[in-house]
């Protein structure tokens, strides 16, 4: 995986409809960026659910260009675990933005 710890802003996005995907949430805080970025996996290989469908994508911009993944609440890019403290990070900023 790139490196993301100089991401600047993340904004996670609702790709159900690639089409008219919208952004759910966007993060530019410093702080809120590091400590989402701190809560990813390193090299951690996870289970991969097998048909699983991922109608969630994770935008870090960064100096060297954007990075995206997709997620769902069980995998991290496919490959990787969902870290369950992200994920629940997530669903808290993705509620308080949403009215
Ligand atoms: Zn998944």
Redesign the pocket.
């Known amino acids: 995986m790139q490196s993301l710890e100089n991401a600047t802003e993340i904004s996670f996005w609702d790709v159900r409809d690639w089409n008219s995907r919208k952004c759910l949430v966007r993060v530019t805080r410093r702080d809120e960026v590091q400590r989402l970025v701190s809560l990813l996996p390193g090299e951690r290989w996870g289970d991969?659910?097998p048909g699983?469908e991922?109608i969630l994508l994770a935008v870090f911009k960064t100096p060297a260009g954007n990075v995206e993944i997709d997620?769902?609440m069980?995998?991290f890019g496919?490959e990787h675990q969902m870290p369950k403290e992200f994920y629940a990070a997530f669903e808290k900023l993705r509620g308080k933005h949403e009215s």
């Open positions: 991969q659910r699983c991922h997620f769902c069980a995998c496919g």
